[in-house]
């Protein structure tokens, strides 16, 4: 089945610094990634997808990259800010499936 | 409510007890989902519901959990015999559609502690 592996676990920024993430993927008929925000004590709550048929994908401060040949896609965050602190969650969709394979989940801290 | 509702927020129970969680999903949506999230590690896949029958239920961890959804909205989370391995976090998540075309929109989940 997928296998989904995320990192770093942690990462520290100063505000308005770059966050990136990375995730790999080891299904290559995976089609669809989506990035989740979770807030302590709340649900994860999606901030941006990418779908196989797409290298590419941006709104406002964050965008994802997808490089469907290595399996592996990253979410990138600019101009950080104090808000973004949160834990990151990258996800995976195989084809065909109804189910999201998780990352373990990147805990981003920016500080002011 | 406008966003996926769950009950109770938190439960703390006996080893070997039986325990039920409540999902209540935005209304219309089909789709409705089960994970687990254990401390500091990604949610994982339990059950997948579209309308009232359970689509995929390859996550449930063995037969001491099971889930129901008898009028394709709410949902319900049965854990039989209780474990202090099952201690988590259980996220209800719902969408319009299949997972593959819509976006998931997670509860704020039930936290079950097994003493």
């Known amino acids: 089945g997928e296998n989904v592996e995320q990192h770093p676990s942690t990462l520290s920024v100063q505000e308005g610094d770059s966050a990136v993430i990375k995730c790999t993927y080891s299904?290559?008929?995976?089609?669809?990634f989506p990035w989740y925000k979770q807030e302590l004590g709340k649900g994860p709550q999606l901030i941006i997808d990418?779908?196989?048929?797409?290298g590419e994908k941006k709104d406002q401060r964050i965008a994802v990259t997808l490089n469907k040949t290595a399996k592996h896609f990253s979410l990138h965050i600019t101009e950080t800010q104090p808000e973004d602190s949160a834990v990151y969650f990258c996800?995976?969709?195989?084809?065909?499936?109804?189910?999201?394979?998780f990352g373990t989940g990147t805990r981003l801290q920016v500080f002011p | 409510g406008a966003g996926v509702s769950q009950t109770p927020s938190n439960k703390v129970t006996e080893k070997g007890k039986y325990v039920e969680l409540r999902c209540d999903p935005i209304?219309?949506?089909?789709?409705l989902y089960w994970y687990r999230q254990s401390l500091g590690q990604g949610p994982e896949f339990l059950i997948y519901?579209?309308?009232?029958?359970?689509?995929?239920d390859s996550g449930l961890p063995n037969d001491r959990f099971f889930a129901v959804r008898p009028e394709g909205s709410v949902s319900t989370l049965k854990i039989q015999r209780t474990e202090r391995g099952d201690s988590a976090v259980y996220l209800c998540?719902?969408?319009?559609?299949?997972?593959?075309?819509?976006?998931?929109?997670f509860g704020e989940g039930s936290r079950l502690t097994v003493l």
């Open positions: 998540a719902s969408s319009s559609t299949s997972g593959y075309t819509g976006e998931l929109f």
């Open positions: 299904d290559s008929a995976s089609n669809y």
């Open positions: 990418i779908r196989s048929n797409v």
């Open positions: 996800a995976a969709l195989g084809y065909n499936t109804d189910k999201l394979i």
């Open positions: 209304s219309g949506h089909t789709a």
């Open positions: 519901f579209q309308g009232t029958g359970a689509a995929d």
